[in-house]
């Protein structure tokens, strides 16, 4: 295995990274299979891969999280034996978290310092950290206040909370896991600038992450994973899109799915100016307005965060609305008082919720416990006032040979199927009900590739029977192969509507990123 | 890290709760050989004080009799993910609505006021849970402090209305008067008289066939009607009930107010079958010995009888055992009452990773046999 | 008596009546601020208070019965944090285990060693932490209004009276100007933080826990070998509850935990002097009333109608690595 362009011409250079053959399984999960791996000292390098092509599991085990069962980790040219994340601290290396571990009550300060506090009394730590964090601030333009409470922090302040946390440890190696996930594209820009200034100080960044543009935009060498291997490394210059999303997935990407035209008839759902807060009040879905009709699938795109998954909730009835309307076929079905998610399903609103495990069933159950959430009280599973288990039995058995859930025994835990049976089971019980109309968040998730085709071809089957689809994905090309017509969020409003046969990547790129869809349409004409 | 197995349900729910029960009574040994005693002698007395005469048989049944009760209340809240610690606040309220309606409606003939009771008991114990579930369910704050906190306003409210209002003219105990005759539970001994069978007298009465019956009742509940399947939805992942349009409070409120009816009914045993009027502090810890009978028989109802059982026993033998051996005194039962829930509740998962561990082991030898 | 003299009293009463419910609220404010659940201190009183008085009483030295308490609970704790901690198990459950566990054992232990049907036999005076006059408080005694707030109100308290007055701002010193504070506070609010930063979380949790032991474990022996002179049968009769009210209606912070603990001891203290009084304009208030405020004040905070008591986020969970 001699992959090693990327890595290999700079040769003389001790690279800042050396991985050999670290291998790492979780019960049957073989999550990472002998990596090699080589960052060189003052670059970026990124490592994509799809979801849990095993990126993560090796940057923990890096950082001392996890405990590689093979392997040896080399910083600087020198063997590390890394148990724990002092060692790794130790060593340099300071790692942004793709779900940040802050101290919500604790000041900037107070974050940075923990572990590192300088004494036993923080008064003697303190002044200095203090001195010191205005130095990091000025150095990197991180401009933050140290005694503000993280809490009150945006998301993207409290990410630079993270790397200031590193770089005041004395970090020269910097891990960032999905760093942009969360992020405003504003938001994401500046993270990039903050990476640029770094690199020109001599910091050497690993930058996780599924997004190729990222990965093309900021990025000096890329190593790519795939199912948990590592399959290759390029010189960023030396490659395009195309050729690492190949590598990603390991065959030509399925980039349009068959399907014929859309034959779209009356509105069924019908979404005016519709306004959604959060727990803690803040509008997540700003004046949205759109429309499904029958017999098309209309796709929402977005950075992840953008409020995509309360428009979704909301439709589903699990969130209520602040303001606006939300019509199905004519009638008022606005969520919120009266309207919950068990009266929107009696009224032909099916939903595929975005997060299967947190939502769409409960994993301790068994599969027919799981293949009647929603449904329990179906007269069709009633015998009296008792549940009809064989009758439920029986049903959970259709469902399974409908939607080719393997294994098919509907007293299996839920818990021990893969992902993508779990997916096929959830989407059998909403889409078998025959609904008016189908919400679908994440349809393919975590769901290995066999089943992402069988999934698409059920909701294009969906939109052919008549039925009207909404599908929420951050998945540009999901997206782009499954929608009729595409509306873009940012920020929780709507940037625009453009159908599926103008759109393109750049041009959703760009309306993703708030730029109204005629001046990106525009900007598309001029490049 | 190697490949594991999942363990088989004999496993999961028979041999490492047992395993965890035997730890438990390993310990109470070693409790009683440390203050002196033969360990050996006291499970002699212990089962002959339980087991060993006719009589005794009757007193392990009244005790079994409230224990599945409470087991049943603290289960019933558990399968809604929540933890009711105030089982005795619930029963001893309870026994307030059960001895209000027999002094009041004393008027009704005895089949009625067994309705009447068993809904006396129902509401009064259902309302005392229903605050903390409300404000579980509505306002947040944690059930099991609230509970915790109802138990001891529980307490004060009946000393004060035993005290002042209960208590008849001119007696000086505080207790209730004396409920009529004929609205006793008939004692089984008495039922089995009637019938033409000898049977040695005991407080054992017919609400030991009640709490068979309710154990049936909740089993059916919980597994087999669509309110437990919510009820277990909730407590299991409150997000997905949501998203099924199952609104967690709701069934809060419902799965406590249940609970808490389930508690008092211990009362229909104590006052209506027993102790024939309102004591000071009747439910006597029976309450919590309910917590350590739900998490040994896993919460489910089969299980529960079992382990109420098992601590009917204890109790019935323990009293045996306090009579011979004096410096063994009742109090060895609410130590093993304490190791029990210890072991087979906090530490439940103490053995897991080993037990795991030896059986992928000998899993996997003999698929390599079966290969070979 | 003047109402001055009756208002002396009564606080005099309620500086002892809160003692053990002050060290107690503290023990459990550092087991819950790491994240640990402790429903256990009013077993571990009931533990702390047997062993004192039964050392005390074999010694014959206050100091150490008090050793002797500090390592049953400190015993107890690590026992909590053993099913807690390492093994994960439920903190409910724990807790509760642990206070049926030490009313049967305590019970059990002293019959067995004393046959005193439960009891420990009465301490003489050496055995038992004994007042401590301050300087000057006879001479100043007939000093109108401060003379009396000296002697009577300030001095003549058992050492570990004062002890739980001074260890209420030293736990404060503790917890928010201490990098052993800051840790704890840390990983009760977020173990992830504190596990990425290069510290132990088990370790920390452990540390927590145990100084939970030591502050309880003195609430007990103020119990059995300073307030009273022996050990009776269940003698802590929901202290340890009411402690765990008075942190959680201090939501979880020293000094408003004093003030809880403060009020919830007066109520204890007038409880006692209520009894068959008859206020003017409020008529008899039924002693029961008076006592069970503690816990009804405590679930009315609870239900957020006086301010929000927002636990540590990380309560009662166990520390599991996400994958």
């Known amino acids: 295995m001699h992959q090693m362009h990327g890595a290999g011409e700079t040769g003389a250079v001790q690279p800042a990274i050396e991985l050999r053959g670290i291998d790492k399984?979780?019960?049957?999960?073989?999550?990472?299979?002998?990596?090699?791996?080589?960052?060189?000292?003052?670059?970026?390098?990124?490592?994509?891969?799809?979801?849990?092509?095993?990126?993560?599991?090796?940057?923990?085990?890096?950082?001392?999280?996890?405990?590689?069962?093979?392997?040896?980790?080399?910083?600087?040219?020198?063997?590390c034996d890394i148990k724990g994340s002092e060692d790794a601290i130790a060593v340099g290396i300071g790692m942004v978290h793709q779900h940040f571990m802050l101290v919500e009550t604790f000041s900037v300060l107070e974050n940075v310092i923990l572990g590192v506090e300088g004494g036993a009394v923080l008064r003697e730590g303190v002044d200095k950290a203090r001195e010191e964090l205005k130095r990091l601030e000025r150095e990197y333009s991180l401009n933050i206040d140290p005694d503000a409470k993280v809490g009150?922090?945006?998301?993207?302040?409290?990410?630079?909370?993270?790397?200031?946390?590193?770089?005041?440890?004395?970090?020269?190696?910097?891990?960032?896991?999905?760093?942009?996930?969360?992020?405003?594209?504003?938001?994401?820009?500046?993270l990039f600038r903050i990476l640029d200034t770094l690199k020109e100080q001599g910091k050497t960044v690993v930058l996780i992450t599924h997004k190729l543009r990222e990965i093309m935009a900021a990025t000096d060498n890329v190593s790519v994973m795939r199912q948990g291997a590592m399959v290759a490394h390029r010189k960023t210059a030396e490659t395009s899109p195309e050729e690492l999303s190949e590598l990603m997935v390991g065959r030509k990407v399925l980039l349009r799915l068959e399907k014929d035209e859309a034959n779209p008839a009356a509105t069924v759902l019908n979404v005016e100016n519709l306004c959604v807060d959060n727990a803690q009040g803040v509008r997540k879905v700003k004046n949205a307005t759109f429309n499904v009709r029958a017999g098309e699938i209309v796709g929402i795109a977005g950075v992840s965060g953008n409020g995509q998954s309360e428009l979704l909730e909301a439709?589903?009835?699990?969130?209520?609305?602040?303001?606006?309307?939300?019509?199905?076929?004519?009638?008022?079905?606005?969520?919120?008082?009266?309207?919950?998610?068990?009266?929107?399903?009696?009224?032909?609103?099916?939903?595929?919720?975005?997060?299967?495990?947190?939502?769409?069933?409960?994993?301790?159950?068994?599969?027919?416990?799981?293949?009647?959430?929603?449904?329990?009280?179906?007269p069709a599973y009633q015998k009296g006032v008792l549940l009809d288990w064989n009758a439920i039995s029986a049903a959970t058995a259709n469902m399974m040979s409908e939607f080719d859930v393997r294994p098919d025994n509907p007293d299996l835990k839920a818990a021990n199927f893969s992902g993508g049976n779990q997916q096929k089971l959830v989407l059998a019980r909403e889409i078998m009900r025959d609904p008016e109309l189908l919400l679908v968040g994440q349809p393919t998730r975590g769901v290995d590739i066999g089943a992402i085709e069988f999934i698409h071809k059920r909701i294009v089957a969906m939109r052919d029977a008549g039925k009207a689809v909404l599908l929420v994905s951050v998945e540009l090309d999901e997206i782009m192969s499954l929608a009729d017509r595409i509306v873009v969020m940012c920020d929780g409003a709507i940037v625009g509507e453009v159908a599926a046969s103008e759109a393109n990547e750049r041009v959703l790129g760009l309306m993703m990123a708030g730029v109204d869809p005629n001046e990106a349409k525009a900007a598309e004409g001029q490049a | 890290m190697s490949k594991t197995v999942e363990l088989p349900r004999w496993i999961d729910v028979g041999a490492l709760p047992l395993l965890n029960l035997l730890l438990a009574l390993v310990v109470s040994g070693l409790v009683v050989l440390a203050i002196g005693e033969n360990p050996v002698e006291v499970v002699e007395i212990l089962l002959y004080g339980a087991f060993g005469y006719e009589e005794a048989w009757g007193y392990t049944l009244y005790y079994t009799t409230n224990f599945i009760f409470t087991g049943l209340a603290f289960a019933v809240a558990f399968h809604c993910g929540l933890f009711n610690i105030g089982a005795e606040g619930q029963a001893y309220v309870g026994g307030l609505g059960v001895t209000l309606a027999a002094l009041y409606l004393d008027f009704l003939p005895f089949p009625i006021m067994l309705v009447v009771a068993m809904l006396a008991a129902m509401i009064f114990g259902a309302a005392w849970a229903y605050i903390p579930a409300y404000l579980q369910a509505r306002r947040g704050s944690h059930v099991v402090i609230t509970t915790i906190m109802f138990n001891f306003i529980a307490s004060s409210l009946m000393v004060y209305l035993l005290v002042n209002v209960l208590r008849p003219e001119g007696s000086m105990t505080p207790e209730s008067e004396q409920i009529a005759e004929h609205l006793r539970l008939p004692f089984i001994h008495d039922i089995a008289g009637a019938l033409g069978i000898e049977m040695?007298?005991?407080?054992?009465?017919?609400?030991f066939v009640y709490a068979i019956v309710i154990s049936v009742m909740v089993w059916l509940f919980i597994w087999h009607t669509r309110w437990g399947y919510a009820i277990r939805t909730v407590g299991a992942n409150a997000v997905a009930a949501t998203y099924a349009g199952l609104e967690p409070g709701r069934f809060i409120i419902i799965a406590m107010m249940i609970s808490g009816a389930l508690s008092s009914f211990m009362a229909l045993n104590e006052v209506m079958g027993v102790q024939h009027r309102l004591l000071i502090d009747f439910t006597a810890g029976y309450g919590f010995v309910g917590i350590a009978v739900a998490l040994m028989g896993r919460n489910h109802p089969f299980g529960i009888f079992l382990a109420a059982l098992l601590f009917g026993m204890l109790y019935q033998g323990g009293a045996e055992l306090s009579f011979e051996i004096p410096t063994i005194s009742n109090d060895m039962v609410v130590v093993i009452q304490g190791l029990v829930i210890l072991f087979t509740g906090a530490m439940e998962h103490m053995f897991r990773p080993r037990v795991t561990k030896i059986y992928t082991a000998w899993r996997l030898r003999q698929d390599a046999g079966e290969a070979a | 008596?003047?109402?001055?003299?009756?208002?002396?009293?009564?606080?005099?009463?309620?500086?002892?009546?809160?003692?053990?419910?002050?060290?107690?609220?503290?023990?459990?404010?550092?087991?819950?601020?790491?994240?640990?659940?402790?429903?256990?201190?009013?077993?571990?009183?009931?533990?702390?208070?047997?062993?004192?008085?039964?050392?005390?009483?074999?010694?014959?030295?206050?100091?150490?019965?008090?050793?002797?308490?500090?390592?049953?609970?400190?015993?107890?704790?690590?026992?909590?944090?053993?099913?807690?901690?390492?093994?994960?198990?439920?903190?409910?459950?724990?807790?509760?285990?642990?206070?049926?566990?030490?009313?049967?054992?305590?019970?059990?232990?002293?019959?067995?060693?004393?046959?005193?049907?439960?009891?420990?036999?009465?301490?003489?005076?050496?055995?038992?932490?004994?007042?401590?006059?301050?300087?000057?408080?006879?001479?100043?005694?007939?000093?109108?209004?401060?003379?009396?707030?000296?002697?009577?109100?300030?001095?003549?308290?058992?050492?570990?009276?004062?002890?739980?007055?001074?260890?209420?701002?030293?736990?404060?010193?503790?917890?928010?100007?201490?990098?052993?504070?800051?840790?704890?506070?840390?990983?009760?609010?977020?173990?992830?933080?504190?596990?990425?930063?290069?510290?132990?979380?088990?370790?920390?949790?452990?540390?927590?826990?145990?100084?939970?032991?030591?502050?309880?474990?003195?609430?007990?022996?103020?119990?059995s070998t300073a307030q009273g002179a022996s050990f009776l049968q269940d003698m802590t009769a929901g202290k340890g509850y009411i402690a765990l009210a008075a942190m959680v209606f201090g939501k979880w912070r020293p000094f408003p935990a004093l003030a809880a603990c403060l009020l919830f001891g007066f109520l204890d203290a007038a409880a006692t002097r209520l009894q068959g009084v008859v206020l003017p304009g409020i008529g008899e208030v039924p002693v029961q009333l008076v006592q069970a405020l503690p816990y009804i004040l405590t679930v009315i905070l609870l239900a957020g109608f006086i301010g929000r008591a927002i636990p540590p986020k990380a309560l009662g969970r166990a520390y599991v690595k996400e994958r």
């Open chain 1, 25 to 79: 399984r979780f019960g049957a999960v073989h999550a990472n299979k002998e990596i090699d791996l080589k960052v060189d000292k003052g670059t970026i390098h990124g490592i994509v891969g799809e979801n849990g092509a095993g990126k993560s599991t090796l940057m923990s085990i890096l950082y001392g999280f996890y405990q590689a069962d093979a392997g040896t980790i080399h910083v600087d040219g020198k063997l």
């Open chain 1, 152 to 190: 009150d922090l945006s998301v993207g302040l409290q990410q630079r909370v993270e790397i200031l946390k590193a770089l005041y440890r004395g970090a020269e190696i910097l891990i960032l896991d999905e760093p942009t996930g969360v992020l405003t594209p504003q938001e994401a820009d500046h």
């Open chain 1, 315 to 378: 439709l589903g009835g699990i969130r209520s609305a602040s303001e606006g309307k939300v019509e199905l076929n004519g009638q008022d079905v606005t969520p919120g008082k009266g309207v919950d998610a068990a009266e929107l399903r009696r009224r032909g609103v099916a939903h595929v919720p975005e997060d299967r495990h947190r939502m769409a069933m409960v994993t301790a159950f068994s599969a027919k416990e799981a293949a009647i959430l929603g449904y329990e009280d179906d």
């Open chain 2, 200 to 207: 040695a007298s005991s407080p054992l009465n017919l609400s």
């Open chain 3, 1 to 223: 008596m003047d109402t001055f003299q009756l208002i002396i009293l009564l606080l005099d009463a309620t500086l002892r009546t809160s003692t053990p419910l002050i060290l107690a609220a503290l023990a459990g404010m550092f087991s819950e601020r790491s994240g640990t659940i402790n429903l256990a201190l009013e077993g571990m009183m009931l533990g702390g208070a047997f062993s004192a008085a039964a050392v005390a009483f074999y010694v014959g030295s206050p100091w150490v019965g008090l050793l002797a308490a500090i390592a049953t609970t400190i015993a107890l704790s690590l026992l909590h944090g053993f099913a807690c901690i390492t093994h994960k198990g439920n903190q409910v459950v724990s807790g509760m285990a642990i206070n049926i566990l030490m009313s049967g054992l305590t019970a059990l232990v002293g019959i067995a060693l004393f046959a005193q049907g439960g009891k420990t036999p009465a301490l003489d005076k050496g055995s038992r932490f004994q007042p401590i006059t301050f300087p000057g408080a006879e001479a100043v005694k007939d000093v109108p209004v401060l003379g009396p707030i000296y002697s009577e109100l300030l001095s003549g308290h058992n050492i570990l009276v004062y002890v739980a007055f001074i260890a209420v701002p030293a736990a404060w010193w503790v917890m928010y100007r201490t990098r052993f504070g800051l840790r704890l506070r840390a990983v009760g609010e977020n173990p992830g933080a504190v596990d990425t930063a290069g510290i132990g979380v088990v370790a920390m949790r452990y540390r927590a826990v145990i100084c939970s032991g030591v502050l309880v474990g003195m609430s007990g022996a103020y119990l």
